[in-house]
């Protein structure tokens, strides 16, 4: 899975801004003309700051434990891997939880 399957799932859409040509101008003409300062707030969704995070992760090369991979193939190779259904099934039932909750922020 990517990154845009994960936003896709988490219903997060990412609309590109649009402007005609006339509206561009105006806009930088009326920046140009403002010497005040202003000053804005912005407030970062939960989903924004676990993408962050999630491309954070990616920038630095290790998205997941190559040794810990590389353990778990051998294993299924020899066929002694084994699955812990009740932890499978305790984390499927906990995502589902975080995905109801309303969200909080």
């Not at 649009?18 to 003409?29: F, H, I, P, R, V």
């Not at 939960?46 to 590389?70: I, M, P, R, W, Y």
Request: hydrophobic residues 35%; aromatic residues 2%; without cysteine.
């Amino acid at each position: 899975m990517n990154i845009s399957d994960s936003i896709k799932k988490m219903g997060v859409g990412v609309d590109k801004p649009t402007l005609d040509k006339g509206t561009a101008n105006k806009g930088s003409e009326k920046a140009a003309s403002t010497s005040t300062a202003s000053s804005d707030n912005v407030t970062l969704s939960s989903a924004s700051v676990q993408l962050q995070s999630l491309n954070a992760g990616s920038a630095s090369g290790e998205v997941f434990d190559t040794n810990k991979v590389e353990e778990i193939k051998a294993a299924i190779a020899r066929g002694d891997f084994s699955v812990d259904t009740a932890k499978v099934a305790d984390g499927l039932l906990q995502t589902v939880k975080d995905l109801i909750q309303p969200n909080k922020g």
